[in-house]
């Protein structure tokens, strides 16, 4: 009889949590052709030019009417990153996008391109200026959103995205974080991992811990776009320097990163999923979940079923790099999705 009680109860865990998990992917295969997306961009601008080429086509998108951007927060101790995003965001006519920094850390300056192109192009930012704190700037707008409504892109370390977690109820909202995050967004789209497995910088620099909390504490459906699925797009090369005038700051970027030499595409790439996740750019292992360890390195164990994925090659490599080039200089092409 025990051992009757027992399995009606196992089954009915497995049932249970195989429902929460067909639920929770469901977002993987949704139809979004006719929905502008919410989206947070949450990027660690500074050390590589993907963020600039990942901005770039962000706006691209938000001219398309295609993307809503409710805002960026930055997670960086570049002391003109914050400068850098505003200035961007300035040139393409979007100078009311909120911008959120991480509070009470020491800034320096270690980028080939964000003093320049602060100082070159338009920022109502000046270096110091009091700026919203990034976990404030993240209650607050998926405060305001609908119900399941946001889109959240992170193309850096999870530092903020930690923070947004463990956040309390405050005079924002009477929500903790986690709840938040389990009303109001849809979809994490995370740069970061290698798989399936391996270590990457994103996960383990400089706050491996961060990632820990982050990927076991997230409850709703989060896609990886991981290392190697960005290392072989290459972008920012001849095409970009040829379609973009000389006073641009992506133009900018790239030619002061590595002057047109092209470089790889990690995090357009999982901007590209997040805005167009049924596109046959890639395919998504769903069948199992990703595993972070306490150095930031990770492994996909099968099996064992979960609202987690991560993206496989498909397409060929130099049409995703086309298509990210086009909407970096600002070209869409619908018929491509």
Known sequence: MHKIIYLILFV???LGGYSLYCKSMSVF??????????????????????????????????????VKILGIVVTSDDVYAAQCVDAINHFYSRP????????????????????????EFDSD????????DAT????????????????????????????????????????????????KVKLWSCMGGRFPEGKEANFYRP?????????????????????????????????????????????????????????QSWDQAALLYAVFPTSPYWSIEDKGLCLVAADGSNRWEKGLMRNHGYLIPRMPVDKISQKLDELMVGVYKADDN
């Open 29 to 66: 295969s949704s139809d979004e052709s006719n929905r502008e997306v919410v989206l947070i961009l949450d990027t660690d601008i500074d050390s590589d030019v993907d963020d600039v080429g990942t901005l770039a086509m962000l706006h691209t998108l938000a001219d398309e009417k295609i």
């Open 207 to 263: 706050d491996p811990q961060s990632t820990v909390v982050c990927v076991e504490n997230w409850s709703g459906p989060v896609v990886f776009a991981g290392w190697e699925i960005g290392n072989d797009i290459i972008t920012g090369g001849e095409y970009l320097k040829s379609s973009l005038p000389i006073h641009h700051p992506v133009r900018r970027g790239y030619q002061l990163y590595n002057d047109f030499q092209g470089r």
């Open 96 to 119: 009311d996008i909120p911008i959120g920094v991480e509070k009470d850390i020491e800034l320096r300056h270690h980028s080939k391109y964000t003093k320049e192109i602060s100082e």
């Open 136 to 183: 404030r700037l993240y209650r607050r707008l998926l405060t305001e959103q609908k119900d399941g409504a946001v889109v959240v892109v992170t193309v850096g370390h999870l530092t903020n995205l930690k923070n947004l977690l463990e956040s309390k109820p405050d005079d924002i909202s009477p929500l903790s974080g986690l709840e938040l995050v389990e009303r």
């Open 12 to 14: 009915s865990l497995v």
């Open 125 to 132: 930012l000046g270096v110091g200026q009091k700026l919203e």
